[in-house]
């Protein structure tokens, strides 16, 4: 039988902390970040759900949220090599009842999917829009990075096409297009019903948002207390600690 972590040239094996889990990553491709598990934890689970995560690309999100008790998860992946990395870290850490990873562009889920599937969507999309910032020349950061395959327009009528009415959709983003997000949502019968600021310490202004819309609700929204990453000294704070299972909590 073959080893799922032997590792392939140019790939690397890194801890996911929760559950002993353990991913592999590619030097040449996307690989994630605090975003991701910041966005995992954000995700109001439960077990009944079914949940689709746009984009998987490693299948951090996806591993991540069945360590916090989703059971019914499908990952979508357009990049080939992400998709086979995907199911690689899944098998790996025996995840197979409860994550399905799929290679597909996830603006044509209406091919794969019926209308109203799943009661959660969550997703990291790329967060800068085509022309704007430094494209990357590795073809697999640029299309993470950039709106290169699928636009901010583009998430929101995805997951309004999957999405019960009444369903959610989680996602974070850069703080500065929350404009963007609270309006294009709306186009999409989307509205945000809670928010929570990242900062990276107190003192400085918000460079993430944690948003959570609800298909069909109405305009009333929580805003939840600030995220800081660090103390002013640099140390991450309790709080970030404890979302990577390192916190007195955990001890």
């Given amino acids: 039988m073959t080893d799922i972590w032997q590792l392939r040239e140019g790939e690397r094996l890194d801890d996911l902390v929760r559950d002993g889990m353990k991913i592999i990553q590619r030097t040449d491709q996307f690989c994630f970040s605090m975003d991701s598990v910041l966005l995992a934890h954000y995700v109001n689970i439960r077990a009944k759900d079914r949940i689709v995560d746009l984009g998987t690309g490693t299948g951090v999100i996806a591993l991540l949220l069945s360590a916090l008790g989703a059971r019914h998860i499908t990952a979508l992946e357009i990049n080939p090599v992400m998709a086979e990395l995907a199911k690689r870290n899944v098998e790996g850490n025996h995840r197979e009842d409860y994550i399905q990873v799929i290679h597909c562009d996830y603006t044509k889920a209406n091919v794969l999917f019926p209308s109203g599937y799943f009661q959660s969507v969550v997703v990291n999309p790329p967060y800068r829009e085509v022309g704007t910032g430094n494209t990357n020349s590795e073809p697999g950061k640029a299309l993470a990075c950039h709106e290169l395959g699928a636009s901010l327009r583009d998430v929101f009528q995805a997951a309004q096409y999957l999405l019960a009415y009444g369903g959610r959709l989680t996602m974070v983003h850069r703080a500065d297009r929350l404009g963007d997000l609270i309006a294009i949502g709306r186009e ?64």
């Fill in 188 to 251: 999409y019968h989307m509205e945000v019903k809670r928010l929570r600021l990242v900062h990276a310490r107190p003192g400085h202004t918000a460079s993430r948002a944690l948003l959570e819309w609800r298909y069909g609700g109405h305009p009333e929204v929580t805003v939840d207390p600030p995220l800081f990453l660090h103390n002013p000294d640099g140390s991450y704070t309790e709080e970030v600690l404890a979302i990577y299972g390192k916190g007195k909590q955990n001890e």
